[in-house]
């Protein structure tokens, strides 16, 4: 991806998001230069990976398949093996129209997903074999809005808003905004993004950037090269 494409995806973001009544933690709006000059400060930010991230699965077709997230707070996988502690996330997500986040899983994390406002979030479920692996025979159980609920292999759940589905380790999901663009909220255990997506193809979970312009605000996959 582009760098300007990523700036200009920031701007818009931030954009629906304050139409819905959410406004970002102040360090979201630093600049890269004052990023680095207060990262002693912003070390938790940095260690939780919070912030923006921004993806096309490495693919190269963000509108078609790719999924805006800002990851607000997260907690310690010490925490979350210890049983007690900061042993949960939260995050905004905006899925737009017909835009893919493709099938996977998660061997850790269990997630709310909450359409917060805008258009109907679609999300696609499969259950697991024996092992954890896709099985495009295998339905299995959901919860939507604290009711329990069984689906069928490929079944379709559509959110309006207000409305959500709880995803256990082990629930195959895709998903996509469907009529337009979609306000996501993601409540979950401890997450950590470089290890427990598990895709059921082989694609990346971060974008390669082009730095055809300079940043307007450090990715999450930024802080290790600028913030070192």
């Known amino acids: 991806m582009k760098r300007s494409e990523i700036n200009q995806i920031i701007t818009e ?9 959410f406004t970002l933690p102040p360090w979201a709006y630093w600049s890269p230069d004052e990023f680095i000059a207060r990262k002693s400060e912003a070390s938790g930010v940095i260690a939780a990976r919070n912030g923006w991230d921004i993806t096309d699965y490495g693919e ?6 790719g999924l805006f997230l800002f990851t607000l707070r997260n907690g310690h996988l010490a925490d979350l093996q210890h049983g007690g502690g900061m042993c949960y996330a939260e995050k905004l997500l905006i899925s737009k129209q ?34 954890g692996n ?12 604290a009711i329990p609920r069984a689906f069928k292999p490929g079944e379709k759940l559509k959110l309006a808003p207000g409305e959500s589905v709880t995803l256990m380790p082990g629930d195959w999901h895709a998903f ?10 993601e409540v ?6 470089e290890t427990d997506n598990i895709f059921r ?7 390669t950037i082009e730095e055809d312009e300079p940043p307007k605000h450090l990715l999450v996959s930024d802080y290790a090269t600028w913030l070192g």
Request: hydrophobic content about 35%; proline content about 2%.
């Open 98 to 131: 017909d835009q893919l986040s493709p099938m996977h899983t998660h061997v850790i994390k269990a997630e709310d997903i909450i359409n917060r406002g805008g258009a109907t979030l679609v999300v696609e479920l499969y259950g697991s074999d024996a092992d």
């Open 60 to 65: 190269g077709r963000f509108d078609e398949m």
């Open 176 to 185: 996509w905004g469907e009529g337009g663009d979609v306000l996501i909220g």
């Open 188 to 193: 979950s255990t401890v997450n950590d993004d």
């Open 134 to 145: 896709f099985d495009e025979t295998a339905g299995g159980h959901v919860v939507c809005d």
């Open 201 to 207: 193809e082989p694609i990346g979970r971060f974008a």
């Open 13 to 21: 973001a931030d954009a629906m998001m304050r139409r819905y009544g």
